[in-house]
């Protein structure tokens, strides 16, 4: 892996004085697979990979419709997996939830009867903005870059004979049930694949086609190879341009974005627009590691939401019905993973982008009734009134509130049982005698506890727009978690319909769906980041809480629990997955800053960055939140409850952060000391009362002093 690194590093010296940050990013973080047992609770079982990381290392700009990246393994994560050997083209959608990797190309020479072509990372290297591999079957390197909403790839054959390119388009990560192709030119190609819904394209080549091979259109078995004609020597091009739209408009998108610009000039401007973005913070001291780390994680906590919209306005709603608007629609954030500081972060670095993606929920809530939830909670709630509150307000605040009123109150919308929550003051699981890893039910105590803070990050909203009435309900509301909480075990505990504690009750076995949502009842029980007065005294104060925390971190992992996704184990925390990834930061409510710090550091050292080619993250990225985690908490800044616009200080890990904020003004935290300890907290020049700071310092600058011993 140092070849493609080494790459990067000449790369980025190449194009200016200037630009020195993404030479730290090593796009390839987090495709290795996690396979220690010491880190991962378990032996994997046979046939198994590891659901860490999960990420792709092809071109994107900053939430992009269009990430452009190689495909090794169809149906995985993030479609490119660092130990396979082969690659079956280059598809121009990404997550990394096993979905999309849309729009499959290869270039092909004197093709065998199955398409790919084996590759070495010897050969392969990456930075922001772009991807190159040399394909070993076909002798073709491959150069790949890509713009908001296009794709521009550069294909060197080693002969001028016999040069196709395969569009693989029953392929993709979700089901395909229909595709097509068609030639419209010379040189020109268009089509569409459908896969729910229909992604279409419109593809430009420096070369002219001699035929368009089709087998099976709209098969599942089908695909089709564009033959180029021989005897024109130099490099392929192919330009591509997206929509969710139309043909017309995947055409005009290209036109605009890329039009008769050069390969080199699109990549340098990719290059450009992440240098931008990452010399927001810069960062003095630290190792190299971690300053590669920082970068590389910063990179990848601006992938997603991803744009659906194209450069006339118009795109796809949630009724399938096409509509122009004056901002960027996006994709739906990830929101039970991002609202805990992704989102935050987002809205720091590119408040446009997070106003446009909270006028697209709301677009949604238009069409549908209800605002827009991602897999479990309702943290829209927390998303949008944690960045109302921190300014971003130019939005129909109004009316989107009532949309997350209708959500928090409705039934057969956003939060499921939320009759049986808003009755009982809490979600109840059916009585199951031998519950599995797998078992279904409500997840009872996870959508408690969630719904609970989601009350309360609604009441926040009700409170600034003086709905008094909503305030207090919600408030009153917001202590439901401590429904879920049994005094007799000390534990956040599943409940029958009648009240009653499930029984029997093992609080080290994880579960999907049973009580917990991933989780088990450890890694729930430390969760009411907006009341962590009330939960401490849950637990007979200071002492109590003490106690349980530390043997949350203490406790051994049980090697014979495996849930796939609950990994990454320090005791019986869980790092890999996201229900208790404010944990390590709960000592600071009960004065004990140090015993935080030590469990951070620990994370932040011995989890990210690993595995024999430091390419391994110890859980799956999940759109980024792994990784704005780690960004936050190596800067010195946590969201502990994202909603309020405030931060709680950790040491950070290095000497000096320079944060040029978005309103222009400069934020300075300073750590002069080698201790990892914190003492005290200087904002502005004065003591700073408790450990939390106010945003206001992202709006007027300032400076954070940091002491240590």
């Keep these: 892996m140092r070849f493609p690194f080494i790459v990067m590093l000449l790369l980025a010296a190449t194009i200016g004085r200037s630009q020195s940050y993404t030479k730290y990013v090593n796009t390839f973080i987090g495709t290795a697979p996690l396979t220690d ?38 149906g995985s994560g993030a479609g490119y997996e660092y130990e396979d050997s082969v690659i079956y083209g280059f598809t121009h959608t990404n ?46 390197n491959v150069n790949l870059t890509s713009t908001l909403r296009c794709g521009y790839h550069q294909y060197t054959y080693k002969k001028n004979t016999g040069r196709q390119i395969l569009f693989d388009l029953a392929r993709a990560n979700n089901r395909i049930s229909n595709w097509s192709i068609e030639q419209v030119g010379n040189n020109v190609l268009q089509g569409y694949q459908q896969a729910g819904e229909k992604i279409y394209f419109y593809a430009i080549l420096n070369t002219d086609i001699e035929k368009l091979e089709k087998k099976e259109e709209g098969q599942r078995s089908g695909f089709a190879i564009a033959h180029l004609v021989n ?25 605009q974005e890329i039009g008769n610009r050069s390969f080199t000039q699109i990549r340098n401007e990719a290059t450009q627009k992440w240098e931008a973005l990452l010399s927001s913070i810069q960062v003095k001291g630290g190792t190299d590691k971690q300053k590669q780390m920082f970068y590389s994680c910063l990179y990848r906590s601006f992938l997603w939401p991803a744009l659906r919209s194209d450069v006339n306005g118009e795109f796809t709603d949630a009724k399938r019905q096409v509509v122009k608007a004056d901002f960027n629609y996006y994709t739906e954030p990830s929101l039970w993973d991002t609202y805990r500081n992704k989102d935050v ?29 991602f897999f479990h909670g309702d943290h829209g709630a927390s998303s949008i009134a944690g960045a109302y509150l921190r300014g971003i307000d130019d939005f129909d605040v109004k009316g989107t509130y009532a949309i997350l009123l209708k959500n928090a109150n409705v039934a057969g919308g956003a939060r499921p049982h939320i009759t049986e929550y808003i009755e009982k003051g ?24 969630e719904y609970s803070y989601d009350d309360y990050s609604l009441a926040q909203m009700a409170k600034k727009l003086g709905d008094t ?71 007979g104060g200071a002492k109590g809480f003490e106690s349980k925390l530390d043997s949350l971190f203490t406790v051994p992992w049980n090697p014979k629990y495996i849930a796939r996704n609950v990994e990454t184990m320090i005791g019986q925390y869980c790092h890999g997955n996201q229900p208790d990834h404010e944990a390590p930061f709960a000592y600071y409510f009960i004065g004990k800053p140090e015993k935080s710090q030590k469990m951070i550091d620990t994370i932040l050292n011995s989890l990210y960055g690993i595995g024999e080619e430091g390419l391994a993250l110890c859980g799956m990225d999940d759109a980024g939140e792994m990784s704005a985690w780690y960004v936050l908490s190596s800067l010195g800044l946590y969201t502990y409850s994202a909603t309020d616009p405030e931060y709680l200080v950790t040491v950070p890990l290095f000497d000096e952060v320079k944060w040029k904020t978005s ?36 709006k007027n600058g300032g400076k954070i002093e940091i002491a240590t011993k």
């Excluded at 991962?40 to 290392?57: C, D, I, V």
């Excluded at 994107?60 to 090794?72: D, E, I, K, R, W």
């Excluded at 009867?113 to 070993?136: I, N």
């Excluded at 201790?675 to 907290?681: C, D, E, P, V």
């Design 345 to 373: 972060l987002l809205g720091l670095i590119s408040p446009k982008v997070t106003l446009d993606v909270i006028k697209s929920m709301k677009d949604v809530g238009d069409k549908r009734g209800f605002i827009p939830t």
């Design 663 to 698: 309103t222009g003004k400069l934020l300075t935290i300073t750590k002069p000391g080698k201790g990892r300890n914190l003492t005290s907290i200087k904002v502005n020049g004065k003591e700073n009362k408790g450990y939390f700071v106010p945003h206001d310092l992202f």
């Design 95 to 140: 997550k990394g939830h096993w979905n999309l990797c849309n729009i499959p190309i290869l270039p092909l020479s004197d093709p065998g009867e199955k398409f790919g072509s084996r590759f070495t990372h010897k050969k392969e290297s990456a930075a922001p903005g772009f991807y190159q591999v040399y394909l070993d079957d076909y002798n073709v």
């Design 231 to 255: 005897g024109q020597a130099g490099t392929v091009e192919l330009k591509i341009g997206l929509s969710f739209v139309s043909m017309e408009n995947a055409k005009q998108n290209l036109q």
């Design 469 to 539: 009435a909503n305030y207090r309900i919600l408030m009153a509301r917001s202590k439901n978690y401590k429904n879920m909480f049994d005094p007799s075990t000390r534990f956040m505990r599943g409940r029958l319909e009648n009240g009653e504690w499930i029984k029997p009750f093992n609080p080290e076995f994880p579960y999907y769906e049973y009580m917990y949502r991933e989780a088990n009842a450890w890694q729930v029980s430390f969760f009411a980041p907006h009341d962590m007065k009330g939960l401490i005294e849950l637990y």
């Design 426 to 449: 809490y979600i109840s699981d059916p009585d199951i005698p031998d519950p599995k890893v797998e078992t279904k039910a409500k997840a009872g105590v996870s959508k408690t506890l």
């Design 37 to 74: 047992p010491k880190i991962l609770g378990y032996e994997l079982p046979r046939g198994w990979r590891s659901w860490a990381g999960l990420t792709f290392p092809g071109s994107s700009l900053p939430n992009a419709m269009v990430q452009l990246s190689p495909m090794t393994e169809y």
